[in-house]
């Protein structure tokens, strides 16, 4: 289901992209282009686009963590800092 009312067809995309281009950086509200009636694309400005991939990576390391915790592959708070400090204690002798 889409989630926004600015739907167009290419053929409109194409006789009218610099107005759609000003309308997007004015409005911020995505375009869903379509081609023979059915959803092609997604036009979103260059912020928005940036914010949604920054989410996508947040949430691919959410699942990374909640697949850690599936799995048992957890450490104490003191355990990682004694694991830190011997990672140190190598890198600083290298």
Same mark, same amino acid.
């Not at 260059?46 to 799995?71: F, N, S």
């Not at 708070?77 to 290298?94: G, H, I, W």
């Given at each position: 289901?889409s989630?926004? %009312?600015?739907?167009? &067809? !290419? %053929?409109?995309?194409?006789?009218? =992209?610099?107005?759609? +281009?000003s309308e /997007? *950086? #004015?409005?911020?509200?995505?375009?869903? !282009?379509?081609?023979?009636?059915? =959803? =092609?694309?997604v /036009?979103?400005?260059p912020?928005?686009?940036d914010?949604? !991939? #920054?989410?996508? #990576? /947040?949430?691919?390391l959410?699942?990374?963590?909640?697949?850690? /915790? *599936?799995m048992?592959?957890?450490? %104490? &708070?003191?355990? =990682?800092?004694?694991? +830190?400090?011997?990672?140190r204690?190598?890198? %600083?002798?290298?």
């Amino acid at each position: 289901m889409s989630k926004t %009312s600015n739907i167009k &067809p !290419i %053929s409109y995309f194409k006789a009218n =992209a610099t107005e759609m +281009l000003s309308e /997007l *950086r #004015e409005t911020q509200q995505p375009y869903v !282009i379509t081609q023979n009636g059915e =959803a =092609a694309a997604v /036009l979103v400005d260059p912020t928005e686009y940036d914010r949604m !991939i #920054e989410a996508i #990576e /947040l949430l691919k390391l959410v699942q990374h963590g909640e697949e850690d /915790l *599936r799995m048992k592959r957890t450490m %104490s &708070p003191e355990q =990682a800092r004694t694991r +830190l400090t011997r990672e140190r204690a190598r890198r %600083s002798t290298k």
